[in-house]
């Protein structure tokens, strides 16, 4: 488990084209991780850096800033969870045999929420947090997309989801990312509109 994530740039203002990720104008992407020290070593290397290649396109950095643990995950309400919300692995029955499921799970699939809660207890219990988070509901899954990764695809599906649990182990979630492959850009929480 690598503790560090990081979101997708996002451009608010920039055309939108189907099938394609709108890039232009002024944006954000966000880097975290719950151990300070890594989160401070990309803020400082930021820092000294004038452009950031992300996958051929050219960011200009204007501004860096760091952003304190948010409760978002600790109000009542969904939390919408960045590309992809898929697992993979494998599955087992109630006598631990393996048993066949698709490749990847997404969001829309009846096992999806015992691998995610499973997953960030495994990260909690990893940082030496308290476990004791709990999956309450998904509230929405968007359309299934790819994403090119390391010279393949990996599916996945925004989702809209509610949280509960110690509030340190959410803080943590949060400066970390959801899910699997965080440090390839999946996972990353993001504010839920309406919050």
């Not at 020290?37 to 000294?48: C, D, H, M, S, V």
């Not at 109000?75 to 029955?93: F, I, K, Q, T, Y």
């Not at 809209?160 to 803080?171: D, H, I, K, Q, V």
């Not at 990312?177 to 965080?182: C, D, E, I, T, V």
């Amino acid at each position: 488990m690598v503790p560090f994530g990081h979101g997708a740039p996002v451009f608010p203002l920039a055309h939108r084209v189907r099938g394609r990720y709108a890039a232009g104008g002024p944006g954000t992407v966000e880097f975290g991780s719950p151990v300070p020290q890594l989160a401070e070593t990309p803020r400082k290397g930021f820092a000294e850096r004038e452009l950031l290649d992300w996958g051929g396109v050219a960011l200009r950095l204007t501004r860096i800033e760091v952003i304190p643990p948010t409760g978002v995950l600790l109000r009542p309400g969904p939390v919408a969870h960045l590309n992809p919300g898929g697992h993979e692995g494998a599955s087992r029955d109630e006598g631990g045999e393996r048993v066949s499921r698709p490749p990847w799970l997404l969001p829309d699939h009846e096992e999806w929420g015992k691998y995610i809660e499973g997953n960030l207890v495994r990260k909690a219990e990893t940082l030496g947090m308290d476990p004791a988070v709990k999956l309450e509901a998904v509230t929405r899954v968007g359309s299934q997309r790819s994403f090119r990764v390391g010279g393949g695809a990996r599916p996945g599906a925004p989702v809209e989801m509610a949280l509960s649990g110690p509030t340190e182990t959410l803080r943590t979630l949060w400066s970390r990312g959801l899910g699997q492959a965080n440090a390839a850009g999946f996972g990353w929480i993001i504010p839920h509109p309406t919050r």
